[in-house]
């Protein structure tokens, strides 16, 4: 009787747990009892019945693990698809009016000045057309500094997360082991515990293994260990300078094993959701300000170099057309019109000599920037370098979707599996929840038998 | 093989969260009617996209400098007329006052005013402006090319408009070619330096013009001037120098065949924007082709998939009545 109520109440525990996320259906073996040798020696052996062999969780932990893996990967895909669908917006060129547009105007504007070059209305609006130029390259980089800084964030809370994880993990061990010492199966304590490393693997790609003493430990692949049986090992984010080999920039933030270490181990973090924003802050966002710095800092080149060259309406010559920048580094964010250009339009250098108000041989050299191959050491054009930028925040981000989309159809597939292993059916439950009943009502009238048997013999004596 | 419950809801879930981000997919498309609304719908059509759309705005500018161009030759082409005309009239006058048979101080006073008036008017045709720019000045457009005794004040600078990617056309005549039958022997000759680089610009088309130019006028001979020959008309008609009367004769022939000559220079040029501004037509058609091609969304297509998924969605709904409804419990009462 109390074995087929111990599976009644497992049943009933199954299917209240149906739905409960990573839960592990649980069944009851049970056992026949030895049997013992009646009326003495020589007599025969009958059983004793049944008792209750153990509560066991079905889990297949292999299929855990890939489990563990593909929701990793499942993580770092969707993370990385929230930033690259950002970027993708803030070149928001598919509508015809990103900074590509803007450049052909720039071009077009001295085009139209070389027509005429008396005109103060088309010098005007080459002005007006190089301010908006020269902002939208100021946009695309705030936006995506904005970007960074979202990242670095996230970073800062999922480290945190991962932290407090480490140690909830590193509790479930100690309880898992004093509930296992007393001779207990801590199923539900096991199944928290699977749930609770399966969280903490979304984050970063994790090694894990189970002790002697059945402690489960954790280490950040290629890092170091983060539980160790009842001990986590804290992991410290801060500001700080620049990492140029790992393509970080000044002030964003770094992962280190102490809090006053210097020694970082952010590029180390790969996969899950946090090595998913490292490696879109580091590589992706940085490659993409960098070529926009390598871009804005040609432009402002290549354009002075000429328009010193040329003389203005008052026929001096020398004049910057946009400020000198030294270096490509942050040239998008310092990219702007001169003081001369800002005064007075009539500093735009059209001609080729002084006093000659009808030549417009600078202009038109100004022009045929657009037309010469000034990127990639002589390759390619201003244009084409532009547009490859675009197309490559195109092609991460469609390639990450389709990694997303094969990743999820992985994960529903490994879920399903899993549910075949370890789900709880609720048709099944009920038949059990039936078989076990009726072997109670059995139970209870073998009982009953041997209580009317009793009271045969009790009668006997009246 | 065992089927829990999860496993069923989860097939449920799914189908109708595929095909609902599918439908979104499709509704975005109709919206837009474009295919093409990230750079990740398609990285390297999106790339081809914008350098099309570059040559569109090029393009429409360059076809704006033909316009331009076209109109300033235009203008420059009837000036030249007018002032064939002068000298045409101006030849006239000199034959007949060359002799002595049909000319006498009397007639030669006469058309010494006459030809004084084609003078003022060769120098107004020669100051002619579009809006306040001076057609002949080359370079020097904001201030007449020719002063009041005839001088040119202009220099040669030819002004190139690009009137398709790297094909420049020069839209002005420098005065000093036209009213020269030598204008590098002129004594008013200003040259302007080539582009420093040493390139000209320059379009190739316009070579057989020029030397169409160069082969109209005597290969030997000294330079003659419009203006200059005028006033020496008018001299000997008031001096009666039958002599320089007839010389002039044979430079007003010259200068007409300049002049002409400039005219089919011009002509050609004319034509060369034409064929150019044709040509960019043709080029926007094929262009707006090409991005229509990978960027519009084929509407007939986007409908029709977007009924083949409503179909979809609803049996998929309707398929998870079946699935989701019944246990074994509803049976068991």
């Known amino acids: 009787m109390t074995t087929a109520k111990a599976g009644i109440a497992t049943a009933g525990h199954n299917i209240s747990n149906a739905n409960t996320e990573g839960y592990s259906r649980q069944r009851v073996t049970s056992e026949s009892q030895v049997a013992q040798q009646m009326a003495g020696q020589g007599g025969p052996y009958v059983g004793e019945g049944s008792k209750i062999g153990r509560i066991e969780r079905i889990n297949d932990q292999y299929l855990e693990k890939q489990l563990r893996e593909g929701g990793r990967d499942l993580a770092y895909h969707e993370e990385k698809q929230v930033f690259l669908n950002q970027t993708e917006d803030v070149f928001n060129e598919m509508n015809g009016d990103g900074l590509n547009r803007l450049v052909a105007t720039f071009f077009n504007d001295f085009r139209k000045l070389s027509n005429d070059p008396t005109s103060e209305a088309i010098r005007q609006s080459v002005r007006e057309s190089s301010q908006a130029m020269v902002n939208d390259f100021r946009r695309i980089r705030s936006e995506m500094e904005q970007i960074r800084s979202h990242v670095d964030n996230r970073i800062d809370g999922y480290m945190k997360e991962l932290n407090t994880q480490a140690k909830e993990l590193s509790e479930l061990n100690v309880k898992i082991r004093t509930a296992e010492i007393a001779g207990n199966e801590a199923n539900d304590l096991r199944d928290r515990r699977d749930q609770i490393v399966k969280k903490m693997s979304t984050y970063v790609d994790l090694s894990t293994h189970t002790d002697n003493n059945g402690m489960v430990n954790v280490d950040i692949k290629g890092v170091g260990p983060l539980v160790t049986g009842p001990n986590t090992e804290k992991y410290f984010v801060g500001r700080e300078a620049a990492v140029p080999e790992e393509g970080s920039v000044a002030n964003s933030l770094q992962i280190a094993r102490s809090e006053f270490s210097h020694n970082y181990v952010t590029s180390q973090f790969r996969g899950g959701k946090i090595g998913a924003l490292i490696e879109t802050r580091d590589k992706e966002i940085s490659k993409v300000l960098n070529r926009l710095d390598e871009l804005a800092f040609s432009v402002s080149r290549s354009v002075n170099e000429i328009h010193q060259k040329g003389f203005t309406a008052d026929g001096k010559t020398g004049v910057n057309f946009f400020k000198p920048i030294a270096s490509p580094t942050d040239a998008a964010q310092m990219l702007s019109l001169s003081d001369d250009i800002r005064g007075s339009v009539s500093n735009i250098a059209v001609a080729l000599q002084p006093g000659a108000p009808g030549d417009n041989r600078n202009a038109l050299a100004l022009a045929n920037l657009q037309n010469l191959h000034l990127m990639n050491h002589g390759k390619t054009t201003l244009d084409d370098f532009y547009n490859s930028i675009v197309s490559d925040v195109g092609v991460s981000s469609a390639r990450n979707k389709e990694d997303l989309g094969q990743q999820q159809s992985i994960n529903t597939q490994l879920s399903k599996v899993r549910d075949q292993v370890s789900g709880v059916s609720i048709d099944e439950e009920t038949t059990n929840l039936m078989q076990f009943q009726h072997a109670f009502d059995a139970s209870a009238r073998v009982i009953k038998t041997a209580d009317e048997m009793l009271d045969t013999i009790l009668s006997l004596k009246r | ?333």
């Open chain 2, 1 to 333: 093989m065992r089927v829990s419950d999860n496993t069923n809801m989860g097939v449920v879930r799914d189908s109708i969260q595929r095909s609902r981000s599918r439908m979104e997919n499709l509704q975005m498309e109709t919206a837009t009617m474009k295919k093409l609304n990230k750079p990740s719908d398609d990285p390297v059509g999106s790339a081809k996209v914008l350098e099309v759309r570059t040559d569109k705005v090029n393009n429409d500018q360059f076809q704006m400098n033909a316009k331009l161009a076209e109109a300033f030759l235009d203008n420059t082409d009837h000036a030249l007329e007018d002032l064939s005309n002068i000298v045409m009239r101006a030849k006239e006058i000199a034959i007949g006052q060359a002799s002595s048979a049909s000319s006498t101080p009397e007639t030669r006073l006469g058309v010494a005013e006459e030809v004084n008036q084609l003078f003022q008017r060769a120098i107004a045709t020669a100051n002619r402006r579009i809006g306040d720019r001076y057609i002949f000045g080359g370079y020097k457009s904001s201030t007449p090319p020719v002063d009041a005794d005839g001088s040119f004040r202009g220099d040669d600078g030819q002004m190139m408009v690009e009137i398709g990617r790297e094909v420049y056309i020069g839209m002005n005549i420098p005065g000093i070619e036209a009213f020269n039958t030598h204008p590098e022997a002129s004594a008013d000759y200003q040259r302007i330096e080539k582009t420093p680089d040493g390139k000209s610009p320059e379009k190739e088309e316009e070579q057989p013009a020029r030397r169409l130019a160069s082969e109209g006028t005597p290969v030997s001979g000294q330079n003659a001037n419009l203006f200059q020959e005028l006033k020496a008309l008018r001299v000997g008609l008031l001096t009666g120098d039958l002599d320089a009367i007839r010389g002039t004769l044979d430079r007003f022939d010259q200068l007409l065949g300049k002049v002409v000559s400039t005219r089919a220079k011009i002509g050609s040029r004319i034509q060369g924007i034409q064929g150019n501004v044709n040509a960019m037509e043709r080029h926007n058609i094929t262009n707006a082709q090409l991005t229509s091609g990978i960027e519009d969304a084929d509407m007939t297509q986007v409908v029709s998939d977007l009924a083949k998924e409503e179909t979809v969605f609803k049996s998929s709904l309707a398929s998870s009545k079946h699935l989701i409804q019944p246990t074994l419990l509803d049976f068991l009462r």
